[in-house]
């Protein structure tokens, strides 16, 4: 084992330039200057009984100059073949940079089948020490052992003619340990909208090309919004031991994944196809060049799905959150705070911080009435370059002021959920004073319905009111005038079914009739008398009176009162029950009458009054008695 | 005598549907507009509730001063007086359109309730015909079917055009009087008023202390089912019930 000189790898970008990137990997493999590094690596964890492995401590950022040469490590199940170590070195001058790397290398042989065990070893550099790791080696059958590249030793061909003709050998094929992709997310579980870096890295053995690289299906996250992070675009490859094995890792692509849902979220699989030729068994530079077109093999490569656990946020968001979820802070700035009416100003509110700045929505923006507001123009600015996606998202609000006065722009409040601490956090700024002087010139909005309306703004107000009405009306049901206008017709209607029935029976019933018209008939007659009496007519007055009063008893008993004698009218009122007293003061009355008409002289005016009063008593006194 | 109670009815009539209109009502109405087109809201404001308090109101009036609370950022109070202006001028273009306005910035978005089919019933012949007209039209059914009632009675007046007549009148009358009276006792519109905080929390129990159900907010129109002491028991669009504190709320 060797290190080759360093050829840096190409890529321009993620997804199309890995080809780029992975052809230019052509043996590739170097080191970058850095503090002293000290690992020990095998070529092969798996052998067979009859072959060897090598043990490589490497010393990176050394020259070997300070390197005081270590003991072979100890090991179990293995022999060691030789106690001194071969020695390598290796400059690489990268981006201008000058790196060294010294090796020491040991070759052992098993002892049998089963897990061998090379002990950790102790490296002193200058004056200090460094440990490497204990590496473990499974012998197996030299029949069972992997179809890959022989196990050679990595320095004979250094000593060996490049002209001597060397045996055929076969292709070797990369297994999964030499090759391989392998996925890094952040964090395996998340809140909704928490940003999560998924870093997929490509594995390679030492010595391993490969070229004609792409990636076979586009990766996609469902259920996530996503967005790429930049990677170098001619990166370096970093060395890592894993599981004792040297490998040389690159960065193929990362990106910064929010899940919009809760649940199990996975990632597509990023896959790349590729054509990999294994390191020779020797070091014939000849063989590799004539031989490369031929030992190339397809390969194709995928990292493992990513899952990722999203959780919902949780309760008691405020009122203002709108989704952004990260860590941010949020500046408000105004271009001005005094014009005239018409005239627009603009408030610029910027998010900076880490999260899902791509999805946030606008903060609300409650401005009073008298400005019209128009939809923010926002702008993001995002940072890909780092290990996770930062930037500021700003966005613009224009207003524009209907009327003048002194006004406040109500602070405008942001909220977030900080998934770090598991807490919502609100950012509040500073109230804006605005003072806005001039009048409108038009009361119309030039931005106005097809009816005239101006947008999301009030219609304009009424100059003129008619069709007032009074606000102490009480309610209808409450007026007793409406209840009297409702029932009164009723009433009508009952005074008129009344009449009607009364009319009815003055036909129907003369009797009645006649009782009904006797009070009013003798009413009649003693007017007539009195008027009589007044013009001096005292004979004529007398008969009216007797007529008033023997009318009156003749409707009221129903007789022909004209054929009745003195004696006869007694006696029938004497049957209806009348009392003699009555029947006496008639009998007075009446001789008063006959008197006055015979000897109208013989009275005076108060006696002739006298006749009057009598009968205006007698007729009630004689009505009331008949009625019972 | 019909004659008479033909001449009586249109009287009556013509009195119940006057517009009178008060002279001290249209001056602060004027003042109001004119601070309000100069943007002296807080003098607008003075203005047109004198005129309300001075027992007289209008459409134009309540729009202006809804527009003059929008201008000073007074949701609730703004959308309150659209409401009373849309009871006046059910039909204006101009009260719909900046009720809409306010109403898009009312946070509360509940979903609503179907009306029972009578309630929207009565609501649909309310807006058709206005409950004093539907008593007037009523009333002079109704007086109609009495006269011809009383010339069948009187004159014997009858016929079998009159007999229809009558009976289409009386059931006329009846059906609009009863309708007016119904809806003066029940309203077709409940009483309804506005929030006017910013945030009102519904309780179960008129009391602070009392469990707290959900929080609605400025411009929302609720309607009131009971009131207690410095509370309301109010019910939201979407049927939830709750007490909130009366001062909270502007009735429409």
Redesign the interface.
């Known amino acids: 084992m060797k290190e080759l000189a360093g050829r840096t790898l190409g890529t321009r970008s993620v997804s199309g330039a890995i080809a780029l990137l992975l052809f230019a990997l052509v043996g590739a493999s170097s080191v970058v200057a850095r503090q002293v590094d000290v690992h020990a690596s095998v070529d092969a964890t798996t052998i067979g009984t009859e072959e060897s492995v090598t043990l490589t401590i490497t010393i990176d950022g050394s020259d070997g100059s300070d390197v005081q040469v270590p003991q072979p490590p100890d090991a179990v199940g293995l022999i060691l073949l030789q106690t001194i170590p071969r020695t390598q070195q290796s400059v690489s001058i990268i981006n201008g940079e000058m790196s060294r790397s010294f090796g020491y290398s040991w070759a052992y042989r098993p002892t049998g089948q089963g897990t061998a065990r090379i002990e950790a070893s102790t490296v002193r550099v200058k004056d200090r020490e460094y440990h490497t790791q204990p590496i473990q080696v499974q012998v197996v059958p030299q029949d069972q052992r992997p179809a890959r590249a022989r196990r050679t030793d990595p320095f004979a061909g250094a000593f060996r003619s490049p002209f001597t003709p060397q045996p055929t050998e076969p292709a070797p094929e990369p297994d999964e340990s030499d090759l391989f992709i392998r996925a890094v997310p952040s964090q395996r579980s998340a809140w909704q909208n928490e940003q999560v870096v998924i870093e997929y890295r490509l594995f390679f053995r030492e010595g391993i090309q490969l070229r004609q690289s792409r990636l076979t299906d586009s990766w996609d996250a469902e259920g996530f919004w996503r967005e790429e992070l930049e990677v170098e675009t001619r990166p370096v490859p970093r060395i890592i031991i894993e599981n004792g094995l040297r490998y040389n890792t690159i960065v193929l692509k990362r990106a910064a994944v929010f899940p919009t849902r809760a649940g199990d979220l996975s990632v597509d699989p990023l896959k790349i196809e590729s054509e990999a030729m294994l390191p020779f068994g020797s070091r014939d530079p000849f063989r590799s060049l004539f031989a490369m077109q031929t030992r190339f093999t397809p390969v194709m490569l995928a990292s493992p799905e990513v899952t990722v656990a999203s959780r919902p946020l949780p309760d008691g968001a405020p009122d203002w959150f709108n989704g952004a979820v990260g860590s941010y802070a949020m500046t408000v700035k105004p271009d001005r705070t005094s014009l005239e009416v018409g005239e627009s100003m603009q408030i610029s509110v910027t998010v900076t911080g880490r999260g899902n700045l791509a999805t946030m929505d606008a903060p609300i923006l409650d401005v009073?009435?008298?400005f019209d507001v128009y939809d923010p123009d926002v702008s993001t600015l995002l940072d890909r370059s780092g290990a996770r996606l930062t930037g500021s998202k700003t966005f613009r609000y224009i207003l524009i002021p209907r009327?003048?006065?002194a006004f406040e722009i109500p602070p405008i409040t942001f909220s977030w959920f900080d998934p770090g601490a598991g807490v919502y956090r609100t950012s509040k700024s500073n109230a804006i004073p605005v003072s806005v002087t001039g009048?409108a010139t038009s009361p119309l909005s030039v931005t106005s319905?097809t009816?005239g309306?101006p947008v999301?703004?009030?219609?304009?107000?009424?100059?003129?009111?008619?069709?007032?009405?009074?606000?102490?009306r009480a309610?209808?049901?409450?007026r007793w005038w409406?209840w009297s206008?409702?029932l009164l017709?009723?009433v009508?209607?009952g005074v008129?079914?009344v009449w009607?029935r009364h009319q009815t029976r003055l036909v129907r019933d003369p009797r009645w009739a006649r009782g009904r018209r006797a009070h009013p008939l003798s009413r009649k007659h003693l007017k007539q008398a009195m008027e009589l009496l007044q013009s001096g007519n005292t004979k004529g007055y007398f008969e009216e009176v007797e007529r008033a009063v023997l009318g009156f008893i003749g409707n009221r008993l129903d007789i022909a009162e004209k054929g009745l004698t003195r004696p006869q009218l007694d006696e029938l009122l004497s049957k209806r029950g009348a009392s003699e007293s009555l029947r006496l003061r008639l009998k007075s009355l009446l001789d008063l009458c006959d008197r006055g008409r015979f000897a109208p002289a013989s009275f005076s005016p108060e006696n002739k009054e006298s006749a009057f009063d009598d009968a205006s008593e007698l007729i009630p006194d004689l009505d009331e008695y008949l009625d019972s | 005598m019909m004659r008479n109670l033909f001449i009586a009815m249109l009287l009556?009539g013509a009195t119940y549907s006057a517009?009178?209109?008060?002279v001290d009502?249209?001056r602060l109405?004027d003042e109001g507009?004119a601070a309000?087109?100069?943007?002296q809201?807080q003098d607008a404001l003075r203005s047109f509730t004198a005129a309300?308090q001075s027992?007289?109101?209008?459409?134009?009036?309540f729009?202006?001063t809804?527009?003059a609370y929008?201008?000073?950022?007074e949701?609730g109070q703004?959308i309150r007086y659209l409401e009373k202006a849309r009871l006046?001028?059910p039909e204006d273009?101009?009260?719909e359109?900046?009720l809409a306005?306010?109403e898009?910035?009312q946070r509360d978005q509940f979903s609503v309730l179907p009306k029972p089919f009578w309630k929207k019933a009565q609501q649909g012949l309310v807006r058709i015909i206005p409950?004093?007209w539907a008593?007037l039209i009523g009333?002079m059914c109704?007086?109609a079917?009495?006269a011809g009632?009383?010339a069948k009675?009187?004159r014997a007046l009858d016929g079998e055009w009159y007999r229809r007549g009558r009976q289409a009148a009386l059931i006329a009358g009846l059906f609009l009087?009863s309708h007016?009276?119904a809806s003066?006792?029940v309203p077709a519109f409940p009483d309804r008023s506005v929030v006017l905080e910013e945030t009102l929390v519904l309780r179960e129990q008129a009391s602070d202390e009392a469990t707290a159900i959900l929080e609605v907010h400025e411009g929302l129109i609720v309607e009131v089912r009971a009131e207690a002491t410095n509370w309301a028991l109010v019910k939201i669009p979407n049927g939830t019930r709750g007490w909130v504190p009366s001062a909270g709320l502007g009735d429409i």
């Open positions: 009073p009435a008298a009327t003048n006065g009048t319905t009816n309306m999301d703004d009030f219609a304009p107000l009424f100059t003129t009111s008619e069709n007032w009405v009074a606000t102490t309610p209808l049901h409450t409406a206008l409702i017709p009723l009508g209607m008129v079914q009607r | 009556l517009r009178a209109q008060d009502a249209v109405f507009t309000l087109m100069d943007g809201f309300e027992g007289w109101a209008s459409g134009a009036l729009y202006n809804g527009l929008y201008r000073l950022d949701l703004a006046l001028n273009p101009r009260i359109h900046s306005v306010a898009r910035r409950l004093q008593f009333l109704w007086m079917f009495v009632w009383t009675t009187v009087i007016a009276m003066s006792i």
